[in-house]
Structures are given as C-alpha cells and as structure tokens.
C-alpha cells in the first residue's frame, strides 16, 4: 500500500475571526468547532488514516508560531511528527515544494497529503475514502485536489470545473476564481463545478517535476534552502537566504492551473474552510432560537446569533442576527450576514497603528 504523508499548513492569519483570531496566536490553534483546536482536530484526523503514524506527520508553520504548533503535536499525539519552520510566509507552493521534499526522505512509494490546518471536517468516514480515492490517482501521477460538492452558489470559494473521467475522480477542466453572484448561479446550476478545497495530493517527484517546469525559481530557491538546511530542537529549518529568494505564491497559481496532470476527487464530507464568523454559526449545533451562545452568555428574545463570550458575561435582549465576540481587550459586533468584512476592522487597525489589537 502506497504510504501517505500528511503535510500539515499551520501558518495562516485568519484575520476574519478577529478578535479571536491574532497574529500570535492564529485561528488554526483555538478550538472553534469542538473541544480542540482546528489545528487538533486536522492532526487526529490524518491519525485515523490507514497507515499513517505520528512519525508521518508533516507541520509545516512560521518561525513565530513553531512553539505553539510543537505544543499542538504534542498534545494531539503526534509529538514524533517533522516540523518545519518557514523563515518567513511564501504561500503554499513553496510550502507543498518542501513537504515534497521531506516526504520524498520516505521513499518512492508514498504520496503527500497536503492539508489546510484551519478546516473542519464533519464527516470523518467520507474523508477517509476521498484520501483513498485521491491516493489512487495520485500514485498515477496526477497532481489532485478535493472539490467540495457544492450546496449553494458560495463567491468566497474558487471553483473546478470537471473535465473527462478518470476514476475514480475526473481530470480538471479548468479552475475558476472566486466568482461574483451570478456566475455563482450559473455554475450551480449547469453541475459539474465544485468548491475548491485547497486540499492536494501527489507524488513528491510529480509534484517536484512540475514545479521546476512552470516556477524553476520557486524550485530552485526551496530546494537549494532545503539542502543548505539544519535540524535544532524546534524543528528543521530551511536556510533563510536561499528560502528569501523564492517568490510567494500559490500552488494553484504554480502548479495545478498551469499543469496538463491536474485531476479532481469530487467530495462530500461536511467540509467548512472555517472562512469566518457566519461559517462559524453555519456549523456549529445550535438551540431552539437558532443561536450559537459560547461562554458566559445570557441571551433573551435572541434569534440567528453567533455570541462567544471569553472572558466576562455578555447578555443582549430582542436582537438577532448577530455576531458578538468578546475577548480580554475587544468587542466585535456585525449583522451576521456581514460578519466577513471583519477583515476591514484588522486593516483599519493595522492603518491606524494599533498593533496591540492585532
């Protein structure tokens, strides 16, 4: 049996889960959905794999968030797994380029998982055989990526459209960016067009291979950081000159839009990117009025509302669809509906100096 490495991208902002969410301590490490955090949650799930061990596991994660992802390792149990700290965020083609690399230490005969660590996923079975599937066109030399079946027209998630059979998945007729409303409808509706995950899987010598045909700087500058790297008691670190020189961007952007080797594993797996607040609400359980109350809450006449409470009692009366987060030193209340554009309070806070909220 083909041995999968699960890789593991701990090193994302998710800037619209503020205040929660912040720069040293990131979405992926609270728990959100259940009693561990995404990042948790993700790890356990790869243990569940056939075949995968701790030893396995890849963590690929920011100088400044490689204590707090080995702590994640260790309570998650896969305290044996490889960290690899990035010397500065490239995006995810030169981390899948490294993953690769480590991976390929393993042998030939293995495929890499490459995984998001701030999803959740509902269904742990569904997910299970979607690996499988995905390994088996992966072990045929196809770079392949999971596309969520989609149940509405979402615009903040990019599309692929399905090409030609292949099974047990069908080659990837072209990528499309995130959409506006109506071509949202229209993809819906002709079929055939799903959610892109950012989920991958491939050989490392494929994965690798294509690299060096569509971005050579992005290959040669993580490869030659790669080799020039060293191993301390945090973790392996790529030489930061060499990684300095590679050019950020995104394995969608590097690889799978460009290569004539892209398939696709339709999916349908309660998957959640966990995007923001209302993603949020969308998932989780809720009572009887339809609201999500976390914390010391007190809710009266309260409808269609997402309120967590950290650290002191937040009560509201006659209102709904809202989003109210407290933290120690923040407040964030929105309409449900528009609870994304809490991105817009992380710029204005970073215009406006106040690095302290950040």
């Given at each position: 049996?083909?041995?999968?490495?699960?890789?593991?991208?701990?090193?994302?902002?998710?800037?619209?889960?503020?205040?929660?969410?912040?720069?040293?301590?990131?979405?992926?490490?609270?728990?959100?959905?259940?009693?561990?955090?995404?990042?948790?949650?993700?790890?356990?799930?790869?243990?569940?794999?056939?075949?995968?061990?701790?030893?396995?596991?890849?963590?690929?994660?920011?100088?400044?968030?490689a204590a707090i992802a080995r702590d994640e390792m260790?309570?998650?149990?896969?305290?044996?797994?490889?960290?690899?700290?990035?010397?500065?965020?490239?995006?995810?083609?030169?981390?899948?380029?490294?993953?690769?690399?480590?991976?390929?230490?393993?042998?030939?005969?293995?495929?890499?998982?490459?995984?998001?660590?701030?999803?959740?996923?509902?269904?742990?079975?569904?997910?299970?055989?979607?690996?499988?599937?995905?390994?088996?066109?992966?072990?045929?030399?196809?770079?392949?990526?999971?596309?969520?079946?989609?149940?509405?027209?979402?615009?903040?998630?990019?599309?692929?459209?399905?090409?030609?059979?292949?099974?047990?998945?069908?080659?990837?007729?072209?990528?499309?960016?995130?959409?506006?409303?109506?071509?949202?409808?229209?993809?819906?509706?002709?079929?055939?067009?799903?959610?892109?995950?950012?989920?991958?899987?491939?050989?490392?010598?494929?994965?690798?291979?294509?690299?060096?045909?569509?971005?050579?700087?992005?290959?040669?500058?993580?490869?030659?950081?790669?080799?020039?790297?060293?191993?301390?008691?945090?973790?392996?670190?790529?030489?930061?000159?060499?990684?300095?020189?590679?050019?950020?961007?995104?394995?969608?952007?590097?690889?799978?839009?460009?290569?004539?080797?892209?398939?696709?594993?339709?999916?349908?797996?309660?998957?959640?990117?966990?995007?923001?607040?209302?993603?949020?609400?969308?998932?989780?359980?809720?009572?009887?009025?339809?609201?999500?109350?976390?914390?010391?809450?007190?809710?009266?006449?309260?409808?269609?509302?997402?309120?967590?409470?950290?650290?002191?009692?937040?009560?509201?009366?006659?209102?709904?669809?809202?989003?109210?987060?407290?933290?120690?030193?923040?407040?964030?209340?929105?309409?449900?509906?528009?609870?994304?554009?809490?991105?817009?309070?992380?710029?204005?806070?970073?215009?406006?100096?106040?690095?302290?909220?950040?």
């Open positions: 049996m083909t041995k999968i490495i699960p890789a593991i991208m701990c090193g994302g902002s998710g800037t619209r889960l503020w205040p929660l969410s912040r720069a040293a301590r990131p979405k992926q490490f609270h728990p959100l959905v259940t009693e561990n955090s995404l990042l948790g949650e993700t790890i356990r799930r790869a243990l569940t794999l056939p075949g995968v061990e701790a030893k396995d596991i890849v963590l690929l994660s920011g100088e400044s968030l260790n309570t998650s149990g896969a305290a044996a797994a490889t960290l690899v700290v990035e010397p500065a965020a490239k995006n995810t083609a030169p981390a899948a380029a490294l993953a690769a690399l480590v991976a390929r230490e393993q042998g030939d005969d293995c495929v890499v998982l490459l995984l998001p660590s701030d999803h959740h996923i509902g269904d742990a079975e569904a997910f299970a055989q979607t690996v499988a599937y995905g390994s088996a066109l992966a072990e045929r030399d196809f770079v392949v990526t999971f596309g969520i079946t989609p149940d509405s027209p979402h615009i903040g998630y990019g599309y692929i459209q399905r090409g030609a059979p292949e099974a047990p998945g069908f080659r990837v007729a072209q990528f499309r960016e995130k959409p506006d409303r109506e071509t949202a409808e229209k993809l819906l509706a002709e079929g055939g067009n799903d959610w892109n995950s950012g989920i991958y899987m491939f050989k490392p010598d494929v994965f690798l291979a294509e690299l060096e045909k569509y971005e050579p700087a992005v290959s040669d500058a993580v490869g030659r950081a790669y080799a020039a790297g060293w191993t301390d008691g945090a973790g392996f670190h790529p030489e930061h000159e060499f990684w300095g020189r590679s050019p950020s961007i995104s394995i969608d952007n590097a690889v799978a839009e460009r290569t004539d080797r892209a398939a696709t594993v339709p999916a349908d797996m309660k998957w959640s990117d966990v995007g923001g607040w209302p993603a949020l609400w969308e998932i989780a359980a809720k009572d009887e009025s339809r609201n999500v109350l976390q914390g010391d809450v007190l809710a009266v006449g309260v409808q269609d509302s997402y309120v967590r409470a950290e650290n002191r009692l937040v009560a509201l009366v006659g209102v709904s669809d809202l989003v109210v987060i407290e933290t120690a030193d923040a407040v964030c209340i929105a309409p449900r509906e528009r609870a994304e554009e809490v991105k817009a309070l992380v710029n204005a806070l970073s215009k406006a100096g106040r690095k302290d909220k950040l």
